[in-house]
């Protein structure tokens, strides 16, 4: 047995009817990229907080140089780390040796950048005429938002869409004022 929500019976209101799903389907894709934008903004804004943990040395990436001369350079890194995370941030470090360190993120606490890939693989596609898709193309962002099994989660995802539902709604409704107006 089928339920029946809303009725209405044939008759002089068809017309408007009418008029008003038409204005609904234009007005709605707008509006939706207006939601869309507004949540990639708030992941954009997630992505970016500095990171609240222990400080790292960056590690030179190829092999230029001897092996002698980088183990120096780590243990001059090591030591700068050892400063800073006793002093609990980064005062007295020299702006060179801040520049090769990293500031990892605590538990629970969206994920620190690094190299900014994460915030940068954030897209919004269009997957229909009345459905957007907003992700992140990063292979490695599903273990931050949930953690594995060796590393506890660094959500971003979840907590940016929380904060950013109002702000959604207003766009929406915002923008379907305005190509409805």
Same mark, same amino acid.
């Given at each position: 047995?089928?339920?029946?929500?809303?009725?209405?019976?044939?008759?002089?209101? /068809?017309?408007?009817?009418?008029?008003?799903?038409?204005?609904?389907?234009?007005?709605?894709? %707008?509006? &939706? /990229?207006?939601? %869309?934008?507004?949540?990639?903004?708030?992941?954009?804004?997630?992505l970016?907080?500095?990171?609240?943990?222990?400080?790292?040395?960056?590690?030179?990436?190829?092999?230029? #140089? /001897?092996a002698?001369?980088?183990? #120096?350079?780590?243990?001059?890194?090591?030591?700068?780390?050892?400063?800073?995370?006793?002093?609990?941030?980064?005062? #007295?470090?020299?702006?060179?040796?801040?520049?090769?360190?990293?500031?990892?993120?605590?538990?629970?606490?969206?994920?620190?950048?690094?190299? #900014?890939? &994460?915030?940068?693989?954030?897209?919004?596609?269009?997957?229909?005429?009345?459905?957007?898709?907003?992700g992140?193309? *990063?292979?490695?962002?599903?273990? &931050?938002?949930?953690?594995t099994?060796?590393?506890?989660?660094?959500?971003?995802?979840?907590?940016?869409?929380?904060? %950013?539902? *109002?702000?959604?709604?207003?766009?929406?409704?915002?923008?379907?004022?305005?190509?409805?107006?």
């Open positions: 047995m089928d339920t029946v929500i809303a009725s209405y019976s044939a008759g002089e209101g /068809d017309e408007a009817l009418a008029k008003l799903r038409v204005r609904l389907n234009s007005a709605t894709p %707008a509006a &939706l /990229d207006a939601a %869309a934008l507004v949540l990639r903004q708030y992941l954009s804004a997630e970016s907080m500095p990171g609240t943990g222990r400080f790292y040395p960056k590690y030179r990436q190829g092999g230029s #140089g /001897d002698s001369k980088r183990r #120096g350079f780590n243990s001059k890194l090591r030591k700068a780390v050892g400063k800073a995370n006793a002093a609990g941030g980064t005062s #007295g470090i020299a702006k060179a040796q801040i520049l090769r360190m990293h500031r990892a993120s605590l538990p629970n606490t969206p994920p620190a950048a690094d190299t #900014g890939n &994460l915030k940068r693989s954030l897209f919004v596609e269009r997957t229909g005429p009345l459905s957007r898709s907003i992140v193309a *990063a292979l490695y962002a599903l273990p &931050l938002e949930f953690g099994a060796r590393v506890l989660p660094r959500p971003f995802m979840r907590p940016a869409v929380k904060k %950013a539902l *109002a702000a959604m709604r207003d766009a929406f409704g915002k923008a379907l004022a305005v190509r409805r107006g």
